[in-house]
């Protein structure tokens, strides 16, 4: 992976020439997989012959170059852990993080806030690409199809929108009239699941959008589902701490296994082999269960508060990564207890001469990032290379980790292993540098939302041919040229025909001439005039209609308007907003109308089933 310093690791050995902070480098640090993906395809051949015949790794910066993706290492999931941290992507307007997930092809993430905003990072730069409002409210979960053709989302009113790839959104369907925790595809993408805080689990057909079966029997909110990668097999966690199993075609619960004692935060299937199941729960545990047996096999111990979240690695069936409600990060190796000292070994279930009674082996975690979020970790989701690891968390940021490189020894003293004072203390994290690169990291990211892609939402603005001097009235794209006599543009590389008589002011027409004793810079005063007039027993011609008369200039027996001095009219009044948006209420009063365009676009929306909902 090539990836740059930027703060944290600024010096080799962890330390600083001058025991202050490095400033980071100006270019964003970037993570390329390809250089490794073009190594092992290069030198790889058949596993029976060891499936590798490039050089092997050394802890040596000499040999980044021939590092290997996860997949050329499948026997080897410790090399896949991932220990450094890469880089924190936020909003300029921050919101927590509920969801993240991995586009199907690995360019971007794709994070869901409680704002209801979809935001696109990239994949190897981490910059900002763009964010668009996707939901009214608070996004819950997002699911992608195992065909990488479609995307689901649901929110915490219970409504499901389907969107295409390019998040053009092509359905919406009321799912629950409550809050929805958790959805996932069926196998062949023709249904999924949903599980809701109504304490139930719906499947719906995907293709005609409605719901078909409804699962009872929890006797509490249904925080999480999950359905099998190949099985016809729905897993379920509730608030009553219960998991159970589910047959989608009969509605029938097979088996309810009571191992949590706490409400239960996640469910998932491991994808490679599929015959493990991982639950986590508030009781500060998570258990593994074989689906084979219907027990736990591993309970994963070392969380000190509950745990939130859990992810299974996409290549290794035997890493496992748990988020924590205080923000720490842990990686579990299920064939590896790494039982700390003081602490009794306890033995596989498999090795046991009674499978079915003997008691879950305790796993610990292999490797801890105690300090990866402020807030609870609400999200994983792994790269589906298995090289990074995306986090969404609480405290509205999104972070990236990535497995260390050869040679590199102080990642494990950096501020999110130790903490913050300690790695003060060590001199390898500055408050003072890290409120600085803060700083520039919200301005890179500002500078990239500034430059990020359009709203997909947002249609352009279509320029359309319109009828000159008519506002408001507009042509068809390919109708011909308004011809309004007197209105018309003339065509380029024409003539204008001639006029039959010539304009005086212009070239070849002689002025016009200024009547006799008339003093250009001395205009003459109408109220003199009228006053002349009046002595002379001459009658002032009227103005004309809807026009006022000049000051002094009032004809007799003119009606004036109420309040206004006779020689004198003031100019119009308007309340704020201007004329043509005032209207009169039952009493008399000036009040604020809205314009006609928002009245017709705000029924039109409601016609579609938007904005029907009191605030």
């Not at 990866?372 to 940021?397: E, M």
């Not at 497995?403 to 203390?425: K, L, N, S, V, W």
Request: glycine letters at 8%.
């Amino acid at each position: 992976m090539a990836y740059d310093p930027r703060g944290d690791h600024g010096a080799p050995g962890g330390g600083y020439d001058t025991g202050g902070f490095v400033r980071a480098r100006g270019r964003r640090p970037v993570t390329d997989y390809g250089s490794t993906i073009a190594h092992w395809m290069r030198n790889r051949q058949p596993r029976s012959k060891g499936a590798f015949r490039g050089e092997a790794e050394r802890p040596s910066a000499s040999y980044i170059v021939d590092m290997l993706p996860p997949l050329a290492r499948v026997t080897n999931p410790a090399d896949s852990v991932p220990t450094k941290h890469l880089h924190s992507s936020l909003n300029k307007i921050k919101h927590p993080v509920n969801v993240v997930r991995w586009t199907p092809e690995g360019r971007r993430l794709l994070t869901a806030s409680s704002s209801g905003e979809f935001t696109l990072w990239n994949g190897t730069g981490f910059n900002f690409e763009t964010i668009m409002q996707a939901h009214d409210v608070a996004i819950r979960a997002l699911a992608y199809s195992h065909s990488d053709d479609w995307l689901i989302s649901a929110d915490h009113d219970g409504i499901i929108k389907y969107w295409q790839p390019n998040f053009n959104n092509v359905q919406v369907i009321q799912g629950h009239h409550d809050p929805i925790r958790d959805l996932a595809f069926s196998p062949n993408d023709s249904k999924f699941v949903t599980a809701s805080d109504d304490s139930s689990l719906k499947i719906f057909d995907f293709a005609a959008g409605n719901a078909e079966s409804t699962f009872q029997g929890h006797g509490w909110d249904a925080k999480s589902c999950d359905w099998h990668p190949t099985k016809g097999l729905i897993v379920s966690g509730s608030k009553d701490h219960l998991v159970k199993l589910w047959d989608p075609r009969t509605q029938r619960c097979l088996t309810t296994l009571h191992g949590h004692k706490n409400t239960i935060t996640k469910t998932s299937f491991e994808r490679v082999m599929g015959w493990c199941l991982a639950t986590s729960a508030r009781d500060q545990t998570a258990r593994v269960f074989d689906i084979r047996m219907m027990r736990d096999i591993c309970l994963l111990r070392g969380h000190e508060k509950d745990i939130s979240t859990l992810s299974w690695h996409p290549i290794h069936s035997n890493l496992l990564s748990t988020g924590g409600s205080e923000g720490s990060l842990f990686h579990y190796l299920l064939d590896e207890p790494n039982t700390p000292p003081g602490q009794a070994i306890s033995a596989a279930v498999y090795e046991s001469p009674d499978p079915q009674t003997a008691p879950a082996q305790s796993i610990y975690p292999a490797h801890k990032v105690p300090f990866a979020h402020d807030f609870a970790i609400w999200s994983l989701d792994w790269h589906p290379l298995g090289h990074i690891l995306a986090s969404g968390s609480n405290d509205r940021i999104t972070r990236f980790w990535s497995r260390g490189r050869p040679g590199e020894t102080d990642i494990f003293q950096d501020r999110y292993h130790i903490g913050e004072a300690a790695a003060e203390a060590q001199g390898t994290w500055d408050r003072r540098g890290g409120r600085r690169q803060r700083q520039e990291e919200e301005e890179q990211e500002l500078e990239d939302e500034m430059d990020g892609l359009v709203d997909q939402k947002m249609p352009l603005r279509q320029p359309a041919l319109a009828f000159p001097g008519l506002p408001g009235l507009s042509l068809p794209a390919n109708a011909p040229a308004p011809q309004i006599p007197g209105t018309g543009t003339i065509p380029t590389g024409v003539a204008p025909p001639p006029m039959p008589f010539p304009i005086p002011g212009t070239t070849g027409a002689p002025p016009l001439p200024l009547p006799a004793n008339l003093d250009v810079n001395n205009p003459a005063d109408l109220a003199k005039i009228s006053e002349l007039m009046r002595k002379a027993g001459v009658v002032p011609p009227p103005p004309p209609p809807g026009m006022p008369p000049p000051p002094g200039f009032v004809p007799p027996n003119f009606p004036m308007p109420p309040g206004m001095l006779p020689g004198f009219p003031p100019p119009p009044v308007f309340a704020q907003g201007g004329a043509g948006m005032q209207a009169d209420d039952s009493n008399g009063n000036r009040r604020r109308a809205p314009l006609p365009s928002q009245e017709e676009s705000l029924r039109m929306e409601q016609k579609k089933g938007n904005y029907t909902r009191v605030r």
